[in-house]
């Protein structure tokens, strides 16, 4: 196809990653609680395009995300649980997904609880994201898919220093509505240039 | 709330005529018609294939015969554009259906150089959108362009569609790093605009 380099994959989630203030560490059966509690709030479904989930069919996701702990083919993802510092208590999840190996094209977001907001982890927790894609596995290009309503994950993607490349107009209709999406992105070489800008 | 879009599914290939063109199902004695464009450097420098073998466009035009129905997301139809007063077949046009979940469809057009300039890029283009947001009933059209591609940029504008998306460098195409444009059209855009 191209004489492109390839990525370093499959990469396997292992030991806890530790960011200043946070540690992405895989989800366990003890997160249950704390996750069926965000993902039953409307606000939270609001904005990931899902129902708000019962009890049951969040303990059925959670499971599932936690068989999965490795990307290697294009549509492959996994959710990193997040925690602040050494208190295991969850407080949101930051997902990695193979988008396109072909393209060497990596998506990624954050969910996290409401009570949480506005202290810097979700950027915090997707700036690791962001080393991961670009660093480890050799990633060339990063998007992220977010509700054009969503001020807040659209902030987030500014400070990573992620540039707007997409307002689709009512391409999803979810929960008796049309909604619109914005799609971010960016580049290794700007990612490169960002992080020694400092 | 709003209401869903209620797609008129499956639904079977029918032609479509319109002032100057008929949209009729590929045969498979157009391949004389269809190798003359894509065996062209100068048509497929955008497209997402490269220039063709006759044996290559001879699957290519199997592969669209045997397109006859839109019943699940991923199937679509592909329509020879042949002009009504003298048979020749010009080009192509597609419709795909990119989601039955959210009722979006995907446009596309080829049409052989010679016959560039004319509008009958655009007539085409009307006749199939008329059909997927009023008979299909689709509610968001959208189509993906190379930047450089700027008569199908002009017929995108033309069509009353919207640039939603600039993907920078998202996809390697031959030998290098290629940007997209995404426009969109709503159904409702689209009836104001009749």
């Not at chain 1, 946070?22 to 479904?45: E, F, H, Q, W």
């Not at chain 1, 009512?170 to 619109?180: A, V």
């Not at chain 2, 426009?183 to 009836?191: G, K, N, P, T």
Request: one cysteine or more; proline letters at 3%.
């Amino acid at each position: 196809m191209s004489d492109q380099p390839k990525l370093s994959t499959p990469y396997v989630q292992n030991e806890p990653i530790r960011t200043d203030r946070l540690i992405l560490r895989r989800l366990t059966l003890d997160d249950l609680d704390r996750y069926a509690d965000y993902y039953g709030k409307p606000d939270v479904a609001r904005y990931i395009l899902t129902l708000p989930l019962s009890r049951e069919e969040s303990e059925a996701e959670l499971r599932t995300w936690i068989a999965r702990d490795r990307v290697e083919q294009s549509g492959d993802m996994i959710f990193f649980g997040v925690q602040i510092g050494g208190d295991p208590t969850l407080i949101g999840e930051v997902p990695i997904k193979i988008a396109s190996v072909e393209h060497r094209t990596a998506e990624i977001g954050w969910i996290f609880h409401p009570e949480v907001a506005g202290n810097g982890y979700a950027t915090e927790a997707a700036r690791t994201l962001l080393e991961i894609c670009f660093d480890v596995l050799g990633m060339r290009r990063v998007v992220a898919y977010l509700d054009a309503r969503n001020d807040a994950s659209a902030n987030v993607c500014k400070r990573l220093g992620m540039r707007q490349e997409a307002h689709f107009r009512e391409n999803l209709f979810n929960l008796g509505e049309w909604k619109s999406t914005f799609v971010f992105a960016i580049l290794d070489d700007e990612w490169r240039g960002a992080t020694e800008r400092g | 709330m709003d209401e869903p879009a209620k797609l008129n599914l499956p639904f079977e290939f029918v032609p479509i005529d319109t002032e100057r063109l008929r949209l009729r199902h590929y045969r498979l004695d157009d391949l004389d018609a269809l190798h003359s464009w894509r065996s062209r450097e100068d048509v497929t420098r955008y497209q997402d294939y490269d220039v063709q073998t006759r044996e290559e466009s001879q699957r290519s035009l199997e592969r669209a015969t045997a397109r006859v129905t839109m019943a699940v997301q991923g199937d679509g139809f592909v329509w020879a554009i042949e002009r009504r007063d003298d048979g020749q077949v010009i080009g192509d046009i597609i419709l795909f259906l990119d989601s039955i979940e959210h009722a979006l469809g995907e446009i596309g057009w080829t049409l052989h150089p010679d016959y560039q300039g004319k509008g009958y890029a655009t007539e085409a283009a009307r006749g199939v959108m008329k059909l997927a947001f009023e008979t299909i009933g689709m509610h968001r059209i959208k189509a993906n362009l190379d930047p450089r591609n700027h008569a199908s940029e002009a017929l995108c504008l033309r069509l009353g569609m919207r640039r939603e998306a600039h993907y920078v460098e998202d996809f390697w195409s031959k030998g290098e790093w290629t940007d997209s444009y995404i426009y969109a059209i709503l159904a409702r855009e689209w009836r104001a605009n009749q």
